[in-house]
């Protein structure tokens, strides 16, 4: 793919970014074995950079999914895996359905915060008996008047030490374990505090 004047300005910003704040201060986050997501994210948000390909309405640019991929290439610089892996899912995982196929005002609750590097996100979709077998997640949503009340329990989720939400894998019916599937936005914290109702079990190493 050959990029254009406007994909090497892109990477040269969050070049200078990833040189500036994130590197210099990667081997101590790599002892503390965790990175103040919420203030990186931020200065990523202001630049514009956790946006890229995500509507302009809810605060994107707007771009084709090569910017995407040009931003991608460059987190390759920084000098650790966890950083480029919590930003990618950011990004790529856990907003792009929600982009997708999200009510308006799901979009603007989790949706534009997270563009604006204000809130942190996770996708969860593993769980402990169900990793590259998707279909066999057991996390159930039922339906309690305007709620859904969901049970489950996920596993090795990026991000969700200090994640805002969880882009959620449930089951919603006995179905056909292909047909019975949704993603549920979570709200996990408010101010930095789990809410009522989850539970975050343990640091995974
Ligand atoms: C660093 C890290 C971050 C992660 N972050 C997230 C996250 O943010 N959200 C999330 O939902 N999950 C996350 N995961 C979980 C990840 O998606 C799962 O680890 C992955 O789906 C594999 O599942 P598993 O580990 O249970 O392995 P298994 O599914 O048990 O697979 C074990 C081995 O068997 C092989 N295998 C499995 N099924 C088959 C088959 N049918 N045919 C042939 N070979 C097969 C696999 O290739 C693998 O080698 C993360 C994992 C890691 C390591």
Redesign the pocket.
Known sequence: MQFTHEHREIQKTLKRYIDEHINPQVDEWEKAEIFPAHEVFKGLGELGLLGLTKPEAFGGAGLDYSYGMAMAETLGHIHCGGVP?AIG?QTD?ATPALARFGSEELKRDFLAPAIAGDMVS?????EPA?????AGIKSFARKDGDDYVISGQ???????LQADWMCMLVNTSDGPAHKNKSLVMVRMRENGKLVKGIEVAQKLR
Do not use: H
Request: glycine share 10%; proline share 0%.
């Open positions: 892996m899912v995982m996770c996708i969860g979709v593993s169900a990793g590259s077998d998707v996920k596993m090795w989720i990026t991000n969700s």
